[in-house]
C-alpha cells in the first residue's frame, strides 16, 4: 500500500513539474497570437494579484528548503517532489519576473496547480509518518491551494473588468485603422500621430523633439498592432511574410538548394559534435584516472575537435552561405526596385525619397533575419535542448533544471539590465546623428556659410555635437560596462553550482571524474550559445522592423497599372479630351469637364495662370494619374486601354525644370534613346542650338554635368532637355515652358528648331511667355480646371478677353524693360 501511494505520489509530482510550465507556455502563446498585450490588467488589479503570485513563489522556494534539510538524501529518494518544486518556481518567477503573467496564463497556472496539487496534498497527508518537516510540507502545500484559488478568482474578476474596459484599449480610429497600400504605417492613425509628433503634443512621449528614425520605427510598430488584430493574432500576421518565400527558397537554382542542404547537416553535425568532443574529453580523464594511456581516446578527440571548428563543419557552414545569402539580397533587392518604379506618381508624390530608399535596402534584413534565426538562435535553442536532456540522463534532473534556471536568469538579467542603459544608448544615438546632420548642413550649405562669413560659427556648432556625443558616448559605455560586468558574473556563478551538483554525484559514486572533465568541456560549448541567444533575440527584433518596411513595400500596389486586355499601339498623334473630370483630392476638382481635340501635325498651347490646371491636363495624358470621369483617347483609344509602355513611349516631354544624372553629357542624352549614335545625339544637340556650347568644354561631350546638373546653367540644362526629345522623337510632344530658361536670342534659334519637330506631330505646349506660342494652331485660356476662351492668337486678341489682358500685360511689360 505504501509503495502504490509512494509510485502515485511521485506520478503527480512529475506531472506536475511538466503540466505547470506547459500550461505557462501554452498560455502565454494563446496570448500572444490574440494580440493582448503582455499585462491586460488594469493597474488596481495588479496591487492584488502581484503579491498572491510571489506568496505562492514563496510556498514552492519554503518546502523545497525543509524536502533538502528533511531528508539526508534528498537527491535521491525526494528526487520527483524536488523537480516538481524546482521547475514550478521557475516557472513561476520566470512569469512573474519578465512581467507576461497575463489572465489567461494566471487561470492556466492557478487551475492546473490546482488540479494536480490538491490530490497530492491529499495523498501526502496519509502516506507520512508526520514528522516536523513532513508537517511543514503539508501546511505550506495548503496554503498553496488555497492562494491558487485566489488566483483564480482574481482571474476570473479580471477577465469580467477587460471586457467592460475594452472600450479604453480600442483604436480611437477603428473604422480607418486598416488602409489597403498603405506604407511604412501611414495610416489615418499613423498621420494622426505623425501630425501630433510634429506639433509637439504627442502623448506618450515627453521629447517633442523625437528623431524621424523612432518615428518611423513607431508607425511601423503601430501598424503591426494593427494588422495583429486584422489578422487575428501573430500567426496570421507572419502568414503575410510569404511573400518572400521566391526570394528565400529557390525552385530551380540547384546550386542554392544544395547549399541550403549543406547548412543543414552542418546544423545536426554541430549539434552531435558539440556533445561528442566533451564526452570523448571525458573518456580521457577516465583513462588516466583508471591508469591507461588514453592517446587513442586523444585522437578520437583532435579528429571531432577539427571536425567540430573552422577546419571543418564551420569552414563548409560559411562557403554555404555565401550563395544563399546572394541569391537572397539579390531577389529581394532587383524585385523592391522593379517594384517602386511601377509605382504610380500618387506613392512618389506623397512618400519621402529617403524613406523609400531605405525600405529597397533592406533586403539584407531578410537575409539577416533568416540567418539569425536558422543559424543562431534555433542551433542555440537546440544546443540547450539537447543539453537538458543530456545532463538530465548522464547526472540527474537538478543539473538540467540548474542549467535551465540559469539561462532563463541569464536571458532576464541581459534584456532588464539593457532596458536600464537604453535611454543613455538613445542619447548616443541621438548626438551622433546631430554631429552628422551638423556636418552635412555646413558642406550642403557652404556657399550660403562664405555669403554670410559663419566659418567661426559652424566649427564651434559642430565642436559642440562632437563634445555631446562624446559625453552621451561615455555615459552609455559606463552603462555598458556595468551591465556587463553584472550579466558575465551569472557564468561562473551557474558554473559553480553546476560543479557542485556534478561533484555530489561522483562523491556518491554516481558519476566518475571523466564526467567533471565532461561538464569543463561541454560548459564552454554552453557558454557562448547562451550569452548570444539575448542578443540574437534583440537583432531578430531590429531585423523583423527592417524586414516590415520591404514588407510594407512590396503591399503597396500601384493605383496606375495596365489592363489584361491593354494593347501596343502605333500612334499617329490625335489626342482628345471627352468630358473630363479630375480631383486629386475628393474635396477639390482639379479638372471641370475638360473638352478639347488636336489632330496630327497641330499645335495646341494652354495659357492661364498659375494653378489653373495646365500641367495636370498634360499629367493625365501621360496617365500618371487616372481621370475620375470621362475619356482621353490617342487615335480613338482610350489611354486606359493602351500599354503604358507604349503610351509613354509616343510621348516626348521637355519638363520646366528637367533634371540631369551625375553623369556625362552624353551619357545623358542617350538617356532618351539608348541606341542612338554619336552622330544623332549631335545633330540633337545642333537643333537645340547647345552643340557649338558644348564644344567649348574641355572635355567636350563627356563633361561630367554634376549632381542635378549643377555644372550647368539653367538655360544649358534646358536645351539639353530639349536635345533630349529631338533625339527620342516622338509623335507626340509635350513643352511645359521649355524656353523659359534661355534668353531671347537663344529662344528664337530654338523656336526654329521647335518649328521644324512639330511637322507632322502633336504637340501640347505650356506657356507663361505668350510670345513663344502665336503661331500655334489653338490656344487654350485655363481658369480652374475649365477653358475659359478658345481659339487662334488674333482670333483671342480680338475678343479682348482674359487672354487680351495677359498679351497686353506682358507687351507693356517687355517694353518697358
Not at 225 to 236: C, I, M, N, Q
Not at 497 to 521: K, N, S, W
Not at 653 to 673: D, K
Request: aromatic letters at 8%.
Amino acid at each position: 500500500m505504501h509503495t502504490t501511494i509512494h509510485s502515485a505520489l511521485s506520478g503527480l509530482h512529475y506531472a506536475c513539474a511538466g503540466a505547470v510550465p506547459l500550461a505557462a507556455s501554452l498560455s502565454t502563446i494563446i496570448t500572444i497570437n490574440a494580440s493582448q498585450a503582455p499585462d491586460e490588467r488594469p493597474a488596481h488589479r495588479k496591487i492584488i494579484s502581484n503579491p498572491v503570485q510571489l506568496l505562492i513563489i514563496a510556498t514552492y522556494i519554503f518546502e523545497t528548503i525543509i524536502v533538502v534539510l528533511g531528508n539526508g538524501d534528498a537527491f535521491g529518494a525526494e528526487n520527483a517532489h524536488l523537480v516538481h518544486l524546482l521547475l514550478s518556481a521557475l516557472t513561476w518567477v520566470t512569469m512573474y519576473g519578465l512581467s507576461i503573467t497575463t489572465t489567461t496564463s494566471l487561470r492556466a497556472m492557478g487551475g492546473t496547480s490546482l488540479c494536480l496539487e490538491l490530490p497530492l496534498t491529499v495523498l501526502f497527508g496519509i502516506s507520512n509518518a508526520w514528522t516536523s518537516s513532513d508537517i511543514a510540507a503539508f501546511v505550506t502545500q495548503i496554503i498553496r491551494n488555497i492562494l491558487a484559488v485566489v488566483a483564480l478568482l482574481l482571474a476570473s474578476r479580471q477577465g469580467s473588468s477587460n471586457s467592460s474596459d475594452r472600450s479604453e484599449t480600442q483604436p480611437l480610429f477603428d473604422d480607418q485603422a486598416h488602409t489597403n497600400g498603405s506604407y511604412g504605417g501611414t495610416t489615418e492613425i499613423a498621420k494622426t500621430k505623425r501630425s501630433s509628433i510634429s506639433n509637439g503634443i504627442d502623448s506618450d512621449s515627453n521629447e517633442t523633439d523625437e528623431d524621424e528614425d523612432d518615428e518611423e520605427v513607431a508607425l511601423i510598430k503601430q501598424r503591426r498592432a494593427e494588422l495583429l488584430k486584422e489578422r487575428g493574432g501573430w500567426l496570421g500576421y507572419l502568414r503575410d511574410f510569404k511573400i518572400f518565400t521566391p526570394y528565400i527558397v529557390p525552385k530551380n537554382d540547384y546550386k542554392v538548394q544544395l547549399c541550403y542542404f549543406a547548412c543543414i547537416l552542418c546544423l545536426i553535425a554541430g549539434r552531435a559534435l558539440n556533445v561528442l568532443m566533451p564526452a570523448q574529453l571525458g573518456k580521457v580523464a577516465d583513462n588516466l584516472s583508471g591508469g591507461e594511456p588514453p592517446y587513442r581516446d586523444l585522437a578520437i578527440w583532435l579528429l571531432l575537435a577539427l571536425a567540430a571548428h573552422q577546419p571543418g563543419i564551420q569552414l563548409v557552414e560559411t562557403l554555404a552561405k555565401i550563395p544563399i545569402e546572394n541569391f537572397s539580397y539579390r531577389g529581394l533587392t532587383n524585385a523592391a526596385f522593379g517594384h517602386v518604379m511601377d509605382l504610380s506618381m500618387d506613392f512618389h508624390s506623397e512618400r519621402d525619397s529617403a524613406e523609400v530608399i531605405r525600405a529597397i535596402e533592406q533586403g539584407h534584413a531578410i537575409t539577416s533575419l533568416l540567418s539569425t534565426l536558422v543559424l543562431d538562435i534555433i542551433p542555440t535553442s537546440l544546443d540547450l535542448l539537447i543539453a537538458l536532456i543530456y545532463l538530465s540522463h548522464r547526472f540527474n534532473h537538478f543539473v538540467a533544471i540548474a542549467l535551465l534556471a540559469a539561462t532563463i536568469i541569464f536571458t532576464a538579467a541581459e534584456v532588464l539590465a539593457t532596458s536600464w542603459n537604453l535611454n543613455n544608448r538613445r542619447a548616443m544615438a541621438k548626438a551622433s546623428r546631430q554631429e552628422a546632420k551638423v556636418i552635412l548642413q555646413a558642406v550642403q550649405g557652404w556657399q550660403t556659410v562664405s555669403f554670410f562669413n559663419m566659418f567661426r560659427y559652424e566649427r564651434h556648432r559642430f565642436g559642440q555635437a562632437v563634445q555631446d556625443q562624446l559625453a552621451a558616448k561615455q555615459k552609455w559605455s559606463i552603462g555598458d560596462a556595468l551591465v556587463q560586468a553584472v550579466v558575465e558574473s551569472l557564468f561562473p556563478a551557474t558554473f559553480f553550482v553546476l560543479a557542485c551538483l556534478v561533484i555530489h554525484e561522483i562523491y556518491t559514486g554516481r558519476a566518475t571524474p571523466g564526467d567533471f572533465v565532461f561538464l569543463m568541456q561541454y560548459w564552454e560549448n554552453l557558454t557562448w550559445p547562451i550569452s548570444m541567444l539575448s542578443h540574437n533575440c534583440r537583432f531578430l527584433m531590429s531585423d523583423l522592423v527592417d524586414a516590415e518596411r520591404l514588407l510594407h513595400l512590396l503591399q503597396v500596389q500601384p493605383s496606375i497599372k495596365d489592363k489584361d486586355t491593354a494593347i501596343d499601339i502605333h500612334v499617329k498623334g490625335r489626342v482628345e479630351f471627352e468630358n473630363v473630370r479630375f480631383a486629386y483630392e475628393s474635396k477639390q476638382t482639379t479638372i471641370h469637364d475638360l473638352n478639347l481635340a488636336v489632330s496630327p501635325g497641330q499645335t495646341m498651347a494652354l495659357v492661364g495662370e498659375t494653378g489653373a490646371g495646365k500641367s495636370s491636363i498634360m499629367k493625365l495624358l501621360l496617365r500618371l494619374y487616372d481621370i475620375n470621369e470621362g475619356r482621353i483617347m490617342i487615335d480613338g483609344h482610350d489611354i486606359r486601354d493602351i500599354t503604358l509602355d507604349s503610351l509613354r513611349t509616343a510621348i516626348g516631354v521637355v519638363p520646366q525644370a528637367p533634371l540631369l544624372f551625375n553623369g556625362t553629357i552624353h551619357e545623358n542624352l542617350r538617356y532618351a534613346r539608348l541606341d542612338a549614335t554619336d552622330a544623332e545625339i549631335e545633330a540633337a544637340c545642333r537643333a537645340a542650338a547647345i552643340h557649338d556650347k558644348i564644344t567649348t568644354f574641355a572635355d567636350g561631350y563627356e563633361t561630367t554635368v554634376g549632381e542635378q546638373g549643377v555644372k550647368l546653367s539653367g538655360g544649358e540644362i534646358q536645351r539639353l532637355a530639349i536635345a533630349r526629345v529631338f533625339l527620342k522623337d516622338p509623335p507626340i510632344l509635350i513643352l511645359d515652358e521649355a524656353t523659359s530658361a534661355v534668353d531671347s536670342l537663344t529662344e528664337a534659334a530654338v523656336q526654329t528648331a521647335l518649328d521644324r519637330l512639330r511637322t507632322g506631330r502633336t504637340t501640347l505646349v505650356i506657356a507663361h511667355r505668350l510670345s513663344t506660342i502665336v503661331k500655334a494652331d489653338q490656344i487654350l485660356v485655363i481658369h480652374d480646371g475649365s477653358i475659359l476662351e478658345q481659339g487662334t492668337h488674333d482670333d483671342l486678341l480680338k475678343r479682348g478677353g482674359r487672354y487680351h489682358k495677359m498679351w497686353t500685360s506682358q507687351t507693356v511689360a517687355g517694353s518697358s524693360s
